[in-house]
């Protein structure tokens, strides 16, 4: 029984996810526990550093290194690297496969190397450029831990590599736990170091997060057959192909990397405690978008690449219309609870000693103007990789560029013209994050031939209904328990706040989705009832045993 129960155990962490919603439920559960460890880093850095300038320094170190991961990763890993291989093991190619994986990880490394030296030799005038606000004693810091964070990113280029391979098997379990442990090292790095060492503890932290996230990866890729070679086979037609695809993906990355630049720059010269406050704010709004949109997304991306070498247009629309209602389902109700809670949620999260009262005010602003957009940020990483799946890297690129530019423009408007607090900036992404979605909706409606209007629309409009009525039921009892019953300057009180008044938003959300009839709710029941399929395992049934949903009924669900 016992050896049962560790090989079943075992047999969890390896078997493969085989449809989009039991795929993205997997990285749900493990994206939960890393943003959970999130905040709680970020708690930590709120009773360590408060809203200090050192933070903002520690939260300004990483544009440079973070830039290079941006463009060298997320350019290929999504847009091409994944499609690319995908297809390749689907036909029966491994071993042409992992040449072509190593060739595009070699490459990247060299490209590494080179920018990687470069931010090295101009540390310091590009730290000026970036953080113009910053004095030079904070100049001079934000070098010393921009240097230590490029060593983080060489693990994360490895790390997230191994990622791509892991999810072009469908294999999507320890890569999703990747993330958990990252935090893990931050967490350690600020405990155990930040009291001899200050803002160089969570530096430190981030190195060792980032080790982590490489070395769990590591043998299950080993396991699957990786055979790496020293290759830089720049003539490969695959190499070629995700070269080609990337490189549209990669110019809009370098267009957001403005953006990200933009905000640094702005919030530096608003104060450097606004960047504690719009990173702290972002890492809020991030949990929500992170946990539905981006797992949804990325546990779709296989087979709706899949759906698109079948050329079976009509389920791959099918795909999309039920991931896109899905992550709307998921996500507006999270907006609702961020906008009508923020102080609360605010206060819960970074309440520390030295976190004072007016941090929580602008933190909670920020954080309001940012979930605005909740539900248009995590529907462009599913808009943005069904793009990939038709191998059109273009669109995403063209479309996320305008919005960029009108998101640059309003925040340039809102901090230098208006004079806007911090939150302002917050404003400003959240109007180029909706028309960066609507965008892309409406170029990929016309490339697909046309969605079905009471398919894409009537449902979503269902639950942006149910969500606004939410919003209603929860600012009055909110705002009775906070002023009445509770007392809130205490955790113990914030906690009964919150924790009620969410219960019941939650419940009112689902009775007004069950009064629309939403055909959504119906994919999250089956899925509830499949856990039984994990007390099964538990008991020491085998994995084949065990009934999985058919997915051809997610799709007509």
């Known amino acids: 029984m016992k050896n049962n129960f560790i090989k079943n155990g075992i047999s969890i962490f390896l078997s493969r996810q085989t449809n989009i919603l039991s795929a993205a439920a997997v990285i749900m559960i493990n994206v939960a526990a890393s943003r959970i460890l999130g905040l709680v880093r970020d708690r930590l850095l709120a009773g360590y550093f408060g809203s200090s300038p050192a933070l903002g320094v520690y939260f300004a170190a990483f544009r440079l290194p973070d830039m290079i991961f941006q463009l060298l990763i997320m350019g290929s890993l999504a847009t091409a690297f994944i499609p690319v291989i995908t297809s390749l093991l689907s036909g029966g190619r491994e071993k042409t496969a992992w040449r072509v994986a190593s060739s595009v990880l070699n490459i990247g490394l060299l490209v590494f190397l080179v920018l990687a030296g470069l931010i090295f030799i101009f540390n310091q005038q590009l730290c000026r450029l970036i ?39 469908r ?11 990252y935090n893990l090292g931050i ?7 930040s009291s001899a060492l200050g803002v160089y503890g969570p530096t430190i932290g981030v190195v060792l997060g980032t080790f982590l996230h490489f070395a769990i990866q590591l043998p299950l890729v080993r396991r699957l057959g990786l055979k790496y070679s020293l290759s830089f086979d720049f003539s490969n037609p695959h190499v070629r192909e995700i070269g080609r695809l990337m490189l549209p993906r990669t110019i809009g990355l370098a267009i957001a990397q403005i953006d990200y630049t933009v905000d640094i720059i ?22 929500p978008v992170g946990l539905f949109g981006a797992t949804i997304a990325q546990a779709a991306l296989p087979t709706l690449s899949e759906k698109e070498v079948r050329e079976d247009m009509k389920v791959f629309k099918r795909t999309f219309l039920v991931c896109f209602q899905q992550i709307l389902f998921l996500v507006l109700p999270c907006s609702v609870l961020l906008i009508i809670l923020r102080i609360p949620i605010v206060r819960l999260v970074f309440g520390a000693a030295r976190f004072d009262w007016e941090a929580t005010v602008l933190t909670g602003r920020v954080l309001a103007f940012f979930s605005l957009s909740l539900f248009a940020q995590a529907a462009v990483h599913l808009l943005a990789r069904t793009f990939y799946a038709l191998h059109d890297s273009r669109t995403p690129v063209v479309m996320g560029a305008i919005s960029i530019l009108i998101n640059v423009a309003a925040s340039f408007y809102f901090v230098l013209y ?12 959240s109007i180029g994050s909706v028309i960066n979605a609507l965008l ?13 209007r009471q398919e894409l629309l009537w449902p979503g409009l269902k639950i942006f209904a149910a969500s606004f009525l939410t919003a209603f039921a929860l ?5 009775l328990l906070d002023q009445l019953i509770f007392d809130t300057t205490r955790v113990p009180g914030l906690l ?16 007004l989705t069950w009064i629309f009839r939403l055909k959504t709710l119906n994919s999250f029941v089956k899925l509830l009832e499949k856990l039984e399929r994990i007390q099964k395992i538990l008991r020491g049934q085998s994995l084949e045993a065990v009934e999985v949903i058919d997915e051809s009924a997610e799709y007509h669900s």
């Open 131 to 169: 953080a113009p606000g910053f004095n030079q004693e904070e100049i001079k810091l934000m070098c010393s831990l921009t240097r230590v964070m490029l060593i983080a990113q060489f693990f994360f280029i490895l790390s997230n590599f191994l990622t791509g391979v892991l999810q072009s098997f």
């Open 171 to 181: 294999q999507f379990l320890i890569p999703a736990l990747a993330p958990v442990l």
């Open 187 to 193: 967490i350690l790095g600020i405990v155990f170091f």
């Open 266 to 287: 702005l919030a530096s010269l608003i104060s450097t405690s606004s960047l504690v406050y719009f990173n702290f704010a972002q890492h809020l709004q991030l949990l």
């Open 418 to 429: 208006l004079h806007l607090p911090v939150w302002g900036l917050g404003l400003s992404a």
């Open 440 to 452: 892309l909706l409406i170029f990929l409606s016309r490339q697909v031939g046309g969605f079905s």
């Open 475 to 479: 600012y009055l009892p909110m705002k």
């Open 496 to 511: 009964l706040l919150t924790g009620l008044t969410s219960l019941f938003g939650f419940c009112v959300y689902l009775f």
